[in-house]
């Protein structure tokens, strides 16, 4: 299947920095990729959609100023924890979809995830 | 977005088959019932899907009622690597660039 990678797996920043999350296709090219965010013990929660060369759309109640989503080219997405506080601290996971036009759904691709950590 | 219900955890033994039920009652006639699990501190991961048939993968069975409310994955052999959150996902056929919305799923342990 398709591979979806994320750079880096685990980060651990002091409060107020900021702190910059890849998200790469590897085998394929993504026009749209999307941003969630994990706490413990809890499932994935949407953040926002990622779109290659337009805004990202952010989910109701996810701060667009505070996590800065650039889609730069077809393979890369990036997300930005600006001015991060222990609140932030959570597993973020990107993925992407592989459409195939061929059947009526298609498959969502996740990367492994980046367990963020802010002292 | 249809709404989905599993149980919050099931356990299973090693080498037992596992069935994972999900009811889905509102679900519409143009949505494939997917399913995902994720292993501890991974990304999710896709297990498999359906529309109407039972489907067959080397990872998982999947039984689809004939009202298609409910569906039951089903891992033939559990192994200790099974041990994850199961995620039952209806996704809406041809829905674009639509992200996956996940519920709470089923935490499956299994006892070696």
């Known amino acids: 299947g398709a591979v979806v990678s994320q750079h880096p797996s685990r980060v651990i920043c002091k409060s107020g920095t900021s702190v910059k999350i890849e998200c790469r296709s590897l085998?394929?090219?993504?026009?749209?990729m999307f941003w969630y965010r994990q706490f413990p013990k809890k499932s994935l929660m949407l953040m926002a959609t990622?779109?290659?060369?337009?805004?990202?759309?952010?989910e109701q109640g996810v701060e667009k100023d505070k996590f800065l989503i650039n889609h730069a080219s077809l393979t890369l997405s990036t997300l930005t924890v600006t001015s991060a506080h222990p609140e932030d601290s959570s597993f973020y996971i990107c993925?992407?979809?592989?459409?195939?036009?061929?059947?009526?759904?298609?498959?969502?691709?996740f990367g492994p995830g980046t367990r963020l950590t802010v002292l | 977005d249809a709404k989905t219900t599993q149980p919050n955890s099931m356990e299973s033994n090693e080498e037992e088959p596992v069935h994972l039920p999900c009811n889905h009652s509102?679900?519409?006639?143009?949505?494939?019932i997917h399913w995902y699990r994720q292993l501890p501190s991974q990304g999710p991961e896709y297990v498999i899907h359906?529309?109407?048939s039972n489907v067959n993968n080397r990872m998982a069975s999947l039984a689809i009622a004939e009202d298609r409310k409910s569906s039951t994955l089903i891992l033939h052999r559990a192994t200790l690597r099974d041990a994850a959150v199961y995620y039952c996902?209806?996704?809406?056929?041809?829905?674009?660039?639509?992200?996956?919305?996940f519920g709470k799923g089923t935490r499956l342990s299994v006892i070696a």
């Open positions: 359906g529309l109407t």
């Open positions: 990622s779109n290659e060369g337009s805004k990202a759309t952010y």
């Open positions: 996902i209806p996704v809406r056929a041809f829905a674009g660039n639509t992200p996956l919305v």
């Open positions: 509102t679900i519409s006639g143009t949505d494939y």
């Open positions: 993925s992407a979809r592989v459409p195939v036009l061929a059947r009526g759904t298609d498959t969502q691709y």
């Open positions: 085998d394929f090219q993504a026009t749209t």
